[in-house]
């Protein structure tokens, strides 16, 4: 043993294999969600925001984006600079509206650029962070009892930060951090004195919980990834995608004779929207699917969203906001079960994992969603973010699906699926009035639609039929309309109000798409409903037929290009003319009078592909009798839309 010994030590040794350890420097950006709570001082009446899930506080569920830059050191020591903004939720209107105030303060963002210093454990990195911070805060004058807003004051304030975390790498080139920050704000001396009240003094305290994902660019963010690697192996139990929309639109004079509260202004308007969506899917386990989409959005529709029943803009949401205002707008549970036989290839997709799955399957899903999500398809018109962007192109606007004021519900749907058909049933949440953004399951909406498959001269082609019924808090029209003429003295919108009960709305719609010849399609469709009661949730149509083409730029050499043109004729119900015709206000529109004709829309657009996800398109739409009213109008609405995703 000892000569063998001795032998073994003359043999040259082996290095040992060096261990491959993840590198934090880089450029990296991303986004983050969480929820957070503020002060502003005595006597400054917070404004609650949602919380949702979480009780309301003076920032609510929260969220915004961030980029930055490390610099891993041979020590493991990290160092790094990080900006980010940070926007509160929406108002949560019933806590508002317990405990009404003279008058509210709120903050309208934060943002931050800080210096971050970390050490890492290989993939896992915590940290120390804190710098300069800044922030946008306002005061709203209210008419109590109602803390209606009949003034706002704003001011910029300046402050510091500091914070501790801890960020993960996890698969590809993604991380995931949790975070703590706290803010502190200089004070601000707001002078109420024009509006009866003295001087106030806001001193934002705010804190910050965080849950965000970066996506690390390395150090040259401008050139590919060696070899096409990243950092870490990828991972098909999840994905991540996200896209923005920015989409103005204005209009010139019309013809105005009169006007209401809810009509388009006759002198002519510009406004945008922007909404920023991320989309997050996660497999828990064969077959189990969570999704989670929170949306920024910002920016309003012509004249608040008022003043047509095919509203020009499907960006444009009822809760608009002049600084962004985040939702989590879609979490919802998916479990697939696979019947077996005949699979198919699934791709990756924002909300869809890729994979494979069943042909014959059932399918439920639980949670928070649009109804659009899963009924009502349409290959050629269903997205305004991508292709027409009035409400009564693309989707069957006499169907008075249930939602909030962003346009989501709660529920539960079921889907059996076959190679050439498919049915689904789904039961919702409905607002607890025309117009509420409170959903409740003390009413309900029910909806269920076949789908039909087929090929009309080897050219593919879906048939969709479905029928809703909703029971929801509303006001009988016929009835209100009498009772006004018997009492002249009142208010017709009052008597609609005082007269609210739990009513049913019922109606069907039928949406056809259909391939003519390769990247030519078209679309049609029809819906009605009973038009007795009060629109509770979408907008003021009772009947509507739409149709046109969709033809892809291949022709002319620009495969990623669309073309499209189609047209929409509005109705009304009798009763729901006189309604209108007395004075009344329906969800959008409202002249104060009307001369009832059917609402007419031409709408043409052109997508233009600027680079890959990246689209720029021109839309015009001619709508003529608004709101349905001869007397106003017609109105050409120019929009651009510049959309991108990943």
């Given at each position: 043993m000892l000569p063998a010994a001795g032998f073994a030590a003359d043999l040259p040794l082996k290095a040992r294999a060096a261990r491959t350890l993840y590198d934090w420097t880089g450029f990296y950006v991303g986004g983050h969600f969480g929820y957070g709570d503020a002060s502003f001082g005595p006597g400054t009446h917070p404004l609650p925001e949602q919380g949702v899930f979480l009780p309301h506080s003076a920032m609510g569920l929260n969220g915004?984006?961030?980029?930055?830059?490390?610099?891993?050191?041979?020590?493991?020591?990290?160092?790094?600079?990080?900006a980010d903004a940070t926007f509160p939720g929406p108002l949560d209107t019933p806590a508002l509206e317990r405990d009404p105030q003279p008058f509210n303060t709120t903050i309208d963002y934060v943002g931050t650029v800080r210096g971050r210093i970390g050490y890492a454990f290989g993939r896992l990195m915590p940290y120390v962070t804190g710098g300069f911070a800044w922030g946008h805060t306002h005061v709203d004058i209210n008419d109590p009892p109602v803390s209606d807003v009949i003034a706002r004051v704003g001011h910029y304030q300046t402050g510091w930060t500091a914070g501790l975390g801890l960020e993960y790498a996890v698969s590809g080139n993604w991380t995931a951090k949790a975070e703590y920050e706290y803010v502190d704000l200089s004070r601000r001396t707001y002078d109420l004195s024009s509006f009866g009240f003295g001087d106030l003094n806001v001193e934002p305290r705010v804190h910050l919980f965080k849950l965000g994902l970066n996506y690390q660019f390395g150090d040259t963010p401008w050139m590919p990834p060696v070899d096409g690697k990243t950092k870490l192996p990828e991972s098909s139990d999840w994905n991540v995608h996200a896209q923005t929309t920015f989409l103005p639109q204005g209009y010139g004079p019309i013809h105005s004779p009169y006007a209401g509260p809810q009509s388009l202004p006759g002198g002519g308007q510009l406004q945008a929207t922007w909404t920023t969506t991320a989309f997050l899917g996660?497999?828990?386990?064969?077959?189990?699917?969570?999704?989670?989409?929170?949306?920024?959005?910002?920016?309003?529709?012509?004249?608040?969203?008022?003043?047509?029943?095919?509203?020009?803009?499907?960006?444009?949401?009822?809760?608009?906001?002049?600084?962004?205002?985040?939702?989590?707008?879609?979490?919802?549970?998916?479990q697939t079960f696979g019947l077996g036989?005949?699979?198919?290839?699934?791709?990756?997709?924002?909300?869809?994992?890729?994979?494979?799955?069943?042909?014959?399957?059932?399918t439920l899903i639980v949670g928070r969603f649009a109804i659009g999500d899963f009924f009502d398809g349409n290959a050629y018109a269903k997205d305004p973010r991508a292709d027409f962007m009035n409400w009564a192109m693309w989707a069957s606007a006499a169907y008075d699906f249930p939602a909030d004021l962003p346009g989501y519900t709660r529920g539960a749907v079921v889907e059996l699926n076959r190679k050439d058909w498919a049915i689904r049933a789904g039961l919702f949440q409905v607002p607890?009035?025309?117009?509420?953004?409170?959903?409740?399951?003390?009413?309900?909406?029910?909806?269920v639609e076949f789908e039909e498959r087929h090929a009309i001269f080897e050219q593919p082609g879906k048939l969709r039929v479905g029928v809703f019924a909703n029971s929801g808090?509303?006001?009988?029209?016929?009835?209100?309309?009498?009772?006004?003429?018997?009492?002249?003295?009142?208010?017709?919108?009052?008597?609609?109000?005082?007269?609210?009960?739990?009513?049913?709305?019922?109606?069907?719609?039928?949406?056809?798409?259909?391939?003519?010849?390769?990247?030519?399609?078209?679309?049609?469709?029809?819906?009605?409903?009973?038009?007795?009661?009060?629109?509770?949730?979408?907008?003021?149509?009772?009947?509507?037929?739409?149709?046109?083409?969709?033809?892809k730029g291949s022709r002319w050499g620009r495969p990623d290009d669309t073309v499209g043109i189609g047209g929409a004729i509005n109705g009304l119900s009798a009763a729901h003319r006189d309604f209108l015709a007395a004075g009344g206000l329906g969800l959008l529109i409202g002249d104060g009078q009307l001369n009832y004709r059917t609402e007419r829309i031409l709408e043409a657009y052109y997508a233009y592909s600027v680079?890959?996800?990246?689209?720029?398109?021109?839309?015009?739409?001619?709508?003529?009798?608004?709101?349905?009213?001869?007397?106003?109008?017609?109105v050409s609405i120019f929009s651009g839309r510049l959309h991108a995703e990943f």
């Open positions: 915004g984006y961030q980029l930055g830059y490390n610099r891993q050191l041979a020590n493991n020591v990290v160092l790094g600079i990080e996660a497999r828990l386990w064969d077959g189990g699917e969570f999704y989670f989409n929170p949306e920024l959005a910002q920016g309003f529709g012509l004249n608040g969203t008022l003043g047509l029943g095919g509203f020009s803009n499907g960006e444009a949401q009822k809760a608009g906001a002049a600084f962004p205002k985040i939702r989590p707008q879609r979490y919802y549970f998916k036989g005949e699979q198919e290839d699934v791709a990756d997709a924002p909300n869809q994992l890729a994979g494979k799955r069943d042909i014959d399957r059932v607890s009035a025309p117009n509420s953004d409170i959903l409740t399951f003390k009413t309900g909406g029910t909806a808090n509303t006001a009988n029209y016929r009835e209100v309309v009498d009772l006004a003429a018997a009492n002249p003295a009142l208010d017709i919108n009052d008597i609609a109000t005082a007269t609210q009960r739990n009513r049913p709305k019922y109606g069907f719609y039928v949406n056809l798409e259909q391939q003519i010849v390769n990247d030519v399609g078209l679309f049609a469709r029809a819906s009605w409903n009973d038009g007795q009661n009060q629109i509770l949730s979408f907008t003021d149509i009772d009947r509507s037929i739409s149709g046109g083409l969709s033809i680079v890959k996800n990246v689209t720029l398109t021109a839309d015009y739409q001619l709508i003529t009798n608004p709101a349905y009213n001869a007397d106003r109008g017609p």
